[in-house]
């Protein structure tokens, strides 16, 4: 798949974002190394805390799918491109410490994309814990 239709999923998954407090709607859509396709949304709460990004949806859906392999992830939101936040880099780092990740706006119109190593260098994963 390439990166436009990667990005597109995102936007479409962006507009089911529930973010009734911060008004700040993300869409993220995930590649499998298999080729298959999970959509996340932020989905925010009353109780603030338990709000959880798009991003992570769409990785626990996976996951919890029995897939665990990636090969990118498209992340649409605001005006201009925005980054992944420091919780989720940790959660994809633990899947796929080489995954790409596409940072698009929230139209799609426009992105960039880069390695998750860029964006969480010398990252902490389950390799670490054997050398415990
Ligand atoms: N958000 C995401 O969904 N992904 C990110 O990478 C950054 C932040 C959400 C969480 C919250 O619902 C809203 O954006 C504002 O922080």
Redesign the pocket.
């Known amino acids: 798949m390439d990166e436009a239709r990667l990005v597109a999923a995102a936007v479409e998954a962006r507009r089911r ?1 529930y ?1 009734p ?2 008004g ?3 869409g ?1 859509a995930l590649l499998s190394t298999g080729g298959k396709l999970f959509t996340g ?4 709460n009353a109780s603030y805390g338990l ?5 992570r949806v769409a990785l626990f859906k996976a996951v919890s799918e029995g897939v665990r392999e990636f090969a990118a992830i498209a ?1 649409a ?1 605001g005006d201009s491109p ?4 420091g919780a ?1 880099r940790q959660a994809l780092y633990e899947f796929a410490p080489n995954l790409k990740v596409i940072l698009a706006d929230g139209e799609g119109r426009r992105w960039e994309a880069l390695p998750l190593s860029s964006l969480l260098p010398k990252g902490f994963g389950p390799a670490d814990l054997a050398g415990g």
């Not at 949304?41 to 925010?44: Q, T």
């Open positions: 974002a973010a407090y911060s700040f709607a993300v993220a949304c932020n989905v925010e709000t959880v990004c798009a991003e992340v939101c925005c980054s992944p936040c989720c």
